[in-house]
């Protein structure tokens, strides 16, 4: 079974600062998708990227950027230039790529409480 | 485009009670999937559901815990004989389609108070 890791319960930022959160993870298969999902006090879960593991480019989308280590089945989040709305709870997630059954549930780590201090 | 709806968003059960916790996909998806979250967890797989069908409800408890997704209408998640470890907040998700990099979108949530 693949388990998803987030060693930072916590971490706080400077406004217009950058701050990296961690996402380690355990697999044996070779294919499969990383997400990152924000989860700010209003408790929606928001898509903030995704990383297809066959692909080496490492995912952006605006502010946000990750590190994809395969070798080190490493995900970090990099949050460039933070602002006041991206605090929130921040979860790491990981799916299979195999398959109808295991291939669609997202596997989540217990994930990081972000502070963004003005 | 709406988006995934679910409700109600806050539901209250006294213990022995039964919650139904209902949730209408976004238009167009026909893939929908139950997790929970415990206070201070993360989302925890439940079942997952194409119309009319159960794929994959290896995290379902074994016990008191039902899902189904029928031709017409929401999925509803069933729990009977709530008791207070059934206390959570409870999301769905839909996508368009099993697996690949298709996004799952999420709804708001049901939060469940078992009193």
């Known amino acids: 079974a693949q388990t998803v890791t987030q060693s930072q319960p916590e971490m706080s930022v400077q406004e217009a600062e950058t701050v990296t959160l961690s996402c380690t993870y355990d697999t044996s298969e070779s294919d499969y998708y990383l997400f990152w999902y924000k989860q700010p006090p209003s408790r929606q879960m928001i898509l903030v990227i995704r990383?297809?593991?066959?692909?080496?480019q490492n995912a952006t989308e605006n502010r946000f950027s990750v590190n994809f280590q395969k070798a080190a089945k490493s995900f970090s989040l990099k949050i460039s230039d933070s602002q006041l709305g991206d605090a929130a709870m921040y979860f790491c997630a990981y799916r299979s790529a195999r398959g109808e059954t295991s291939g669609s549930r997202l596997t989540f780590g217990e994930g990081t409480q972000l502070t963004v201090n003005p | 485009n709406a988006g995934v709806m679910q409700n109600p968003r806050h539901l209250v059960r006294r213990r022995g009670q039964e919650a139904r916790l209902r949730c209408s996909p976004m238009?167009?998806?026909?893939?929908v999937y139950w997790y929970r979250q415990l206070p201070e967890e993360g989302l925890k797989f439940m079942v997952y559901?194409?119309?009319?069908?159960?794929?994959?409800e290896s995290g379902m408890p074994k016990e008191r815990f039902s899902a189904e997704f029928p031709k017409e209408g929401p999925s509803i998640l069933r729990i009977q004989q709530v008791v207070r470890g059934d206390s959570a907040a409870y999301f769905c998700?839909?996508?368009?389609?099993?697996?690949?990099?298709?996004?799952?979108?999420f709804g708001p949530g049901t939060r469940l108070t078992v009193l």
């Open positions: 559901l194409q119309k009319e069908n159960i794929i994959d």
């Open positions: 238009k167009g998806h026909s893939h």
């Open positions: 998700a839909s996508s368009s389609r099993h697996g690949g990099p298709d996004t799952q979108y």
């Open positions: 990383q297809e593991a066959y692909k080496q």
